[in-house]
């Protein structure tokens, strides 16, 4: 479908902290990229939210553009001091490359894992940082060559007041980033905000040969050298969690533009707010601190393991802009309303070419917003009880979100044919009730709870007498 054809794409820009409408570089070629995990331990709920936002908007944007003609780039951070800990700690008495290789082989793939059962698509590239060393020290040489960097105590530094601009995206100037506030101050700088593009690396920390001495790169010039080689030096739209606009994205912004001498990096910066959980920060101090395999494989919250499309709609029921408190609420409302919408689409017609329903992209096209879709997503819902029609459109829409069809959401620990047999019951219940035959319907409500199952009668929009029902924990 090319755009223009029904929806215009609008998105809010912290770059100019408007909402524009999206206009690519070239609608052949629209590029996003994210910034990824750095793979020294599992990924927490923080990371899914960047993870299921992101791939709504590729989503979002295939359909709108064509699946060929969308390159999403999504980078894992594989060289970290942070990995070096982790791998001394765990790994005591292993040569450190292998034990580093060890912590990076296994935390990224269970990202991956965790990612596919958040319904998440495979990102076009996922580059490592450590297999693109030669594309940052050429950035970095250039860099240096424009007087943009500079050499000091066995380390490559970028000069923060060689770019005019520098702070822009934050909207920080040079003299608020007071000495000593989030930034190191040593002699060697010139400026207490330059920060470092390369720094040497002893007999006991990886590193590589370069013209400034055996090292390893600085966190940001990462993202700068792998944007480029994949999506190009300046690209469509640039995206990661809030707690990235300072000092990564900014820094970011910094190298790539002072390296290539361009008026900008991404024409479109997005991120997804703060999270937090049952109204704290998530802390391993505090106990709370949750990571995406704890909900998927163990029963940490709430005594149970959670399916992964209850988390993606949990994290999608809040505008990705706004922050989010998670809690054990979110996630049985989200599980609800999966499941309501699922039953309704049980009789869709199964790989039929169909689009997903027109208001919904409407919804997404304005700035993702995911509530008002899913307002749509409601209506359609009640709809398909009755038409062919609006459940063929119901099913190809949950697909298009990421949420499967292929088996039937269902309360932890109930089957598909014990979830048809109740359905069977609550309808025989209902028809009972309609024909005010209220022996039948004691009955068959009292054998449903010795089930654990739960009714809960309510009148829809129309008036008309319904019943939900849920697994008693």
Same mark, same amino acid.
């Given at each position: 479908?090319?755009?223009?054809?029904?929806?215009?794409?609008?998105?809010?820009?912290?770059?100019?902290?408007?909402?524009?409408?999206?206009?690519?570089?070239?609608?052949?070629?629209?590029?996003?990229?994210?910034?990824?995990?750095?793979?020294?331990?599992?990924?927490?709920?923080?990371?899914?939210?960047?993870?299921?936002?992101?791939?709504?908007?590729?989503?979002?944007?295939?359909?709108?553009?064509?699946?060929?003609?969308?390159?999403?780039?999504?980078?894992?951070?594989?060289?970290?001091?942070?990995?070096?800990?982790?791998?001394?700690?765990?790994?005591?008495?292993?040569?450190?490359?292998?034990?580093?290789?060890?912590?990076?082989?296994?935390?990224?793939?269970?990202?991956?894992?965790?990612?596919?059962?958040?319904?998440?698509?495979?990102?076009?590239?996922?580059?490592?940082?450590?297999?693109?060393?030669?594309?940052?020290?050429?950035?970095?040489?250039?860099?240096?060559?424009?007087?943009?960097?500079?050499?000091?105590?066995?380390?490559?530094?970028?000069?923060?007041?060689?770019?005019?601009?520098?702070?822009?995206?934050?909207?920080?100037?040079?003299?608020?980033?007071?000495?000593?506030?989030?930034?190191?101050?040593?002699?060697?700088?010139?400026?207490?905000?330059?920060?470092?593009?390369?720094?040497?690396?002893?007999?006991?920390?990886?590193?590589?040969?370069?013209?400034?001495?055996?090292?390893?790169?600085?966190?940001?010039?990462?993202?700068?050298?792998?944007?480029?080689?994949?999506?190009?030096?300046?690209?469509?739209?640039?995206?990661?969690?809030?707690?990235?606009?300072?000092?990564?994205?900014?820094?970011?912004?910094?190298?790539?533009?002072?390296?290539?001498?361009?008026?900008?990096?991404?024409?479109?910066?997005?991120?997804?707010?703060?999270?937090?959980?049952?109204?704290?920060?998530?802390?391993?101090?505090?106990?709370?601190?949750?990571?995406?395999?704890?909900?998927?494989?163990?029963?940490?919250?709430?005594?149970?393991?959670?399916?992964?499309?209850?988390? *993606? %709609? =949990?994290? #999608?029921? @809040?505008?990705?802009?706004?922050?989010? /408190?998670?809690?054990?609420?979110? &996630?049985?409302?989200?599980?609800?309303?999966?499941?309501?919408?699922?039953?309704?689409?049980?009789?869709?017609?199964?790989?039929?070419?169909?689009?997903?329903?027109?208001?919904?992209?409407?919804?997404?096209?304005?700035?993702?917003?995911?509530?008002?879709?899913?307002?749509?997503?409601?209506?359609?819902?009640?709809?398909?009880?009755?038409?062919?029609?609006?459940?063929?459109?119901?099913?190809?829409?949950?697909?298009?979100?990421?949420?499967?069809?292929?088996?039937?959401?269902?309360?932890?620990?109930?089957?598909?044919?014990?979830?048809?047999?109740?359905?069977?019951?609550?309808?025989? *219940? %209902? =028809?009972? #009730?309609? @024909?005010?035959?209220?022996?039948?319907? /004691?009955?068959?409500?009292?054998? &449903?709870?010795?089930?654990?199952?739960?009714?809960?009668?309510?009148?829809?929009?129309?008036?008309?007498?319904?019943?939900?029902?849920?697994?008693?924990?």
């Amino acid at each position: 479908m090319a755009l223009g054809d029904t929806q215009t794409l609008r998105l809010y820009n912290t770059l100019t902290r408007t909402k524009e409408v999206f206009a690519p570089i070239d609608p052949n070629n629209v590029r996003m990229y994210v910034c990824g995990p750095t793979v020294y331990d599992y990924a927490h709920i923080g990371n899914a939210r960047p993870v299921i936002v992101f791939d709504l908007l590729f989503r979002l944007l295939r359909h709108l553009y064509g699946e060929s003609h969308v390159t999403y780039a999504r980078n894992v951070t594989d060289v970290d001091d942070k990995i070096n800990a982790r791998a001394v700690r765990d790994f005591p008495g292993l040569e450190l490359n292998e034990a580093i290789r060890r912590v990076t082989e296994t935390t990224a793939n269970q990202y991956q894992k965790d990612t596919r059962a958040l319904g998440a698509l495979e990102p076009t590239h996922q580059p490592r940082a450590t297999d693109n060393i030669p594309q940052m020290q050429s950035l970095i040489t250039s860099l240096i060559g424009s007087q943009h960097a500079y050499e000091a105590a066995g380390e490559v530094l970028f000069a923060v007041d060689s770019m005019p601009d520098y702070g822009k995206l934050s909207g920080r100037n040079l003299e608020d980033n007071v000495a000593g506030a989030r930034i190191a101050v040593e002699a060697h700088k010139r400026n207490p905000a330059d920060f470092v593009l390369w720094k040497q690396s002893n007999e006991a920390e990886p590193g590589w040969p370069s013209p400034w001495g055996r090292g390893r790169p600085g966190w940001h010039i990462e993202c700068s050298a792998m944007s480029e080689r994949y999506l190009g030096q300046v690209f469509d739209i640039h995206a990661g969690g809030l707690d990235l606009i300072f000092p990564h994205h900014e820094n970011e912004i910094a190298q790539s533009r002072c390296a290539h001498g361009t008026h900008t990096m991404a024409n479109y910066w997005l991120h997804n707010g703060f999270l937090q959980v049952e109204g704290q920060k998530m802390s391993k101090s505090l106990g709370n601190f949750i990571t995406i395999h704890d909900l998927l494989e163990t029963e940490k919250f709430g005594g149970r393991k959670w399916p992964g499309e209850v988390l *993606r %709609l =949990a994290m #999608l029921m @809040t505008h990705y802009r706004e922050p989010i /408190d998670f809690s054990l609420k979110r &996630l049985e409302e989200a599980e609800t309303k999966l499941r309501d919408w699922q039953r309704a689409a049980a009789d869709a017609t199964r790989g039929a070419l169909i689009p997903p329903a027109e208001p919904v992209l409407e919804a997404l096209s304005d700035d993702v917003n995911f509530h008002r879709a899913s307002v749509a997503i409601d209506a359609l819902a009640k709809e398909a009880r009755t038409e062919q029609v609006a459940a063929d459109t119901l099913g190809a829409t949950l697909e298009f979100l990421g949420f499967g069809l292929d088996t039937l959401l269902q309360p932890a620990g109930l089957s598909a044919d014990a979830s048809v047999d109740i359905e069977e019951a609550v309808n025989r *219940r %209902l =028809a009972a #009730l309609n @024909t005010r035959d209220f022996a039948t319907a /004691d009955a068959i409500r009292t054998e &449903l709870l010795t089930q654990g199952v739960q009714l809960m009668d309510y009148k829809d929009e129309d008036g008309q007498r319904a019943t939900k029902w849920e697994m008693k924990r």
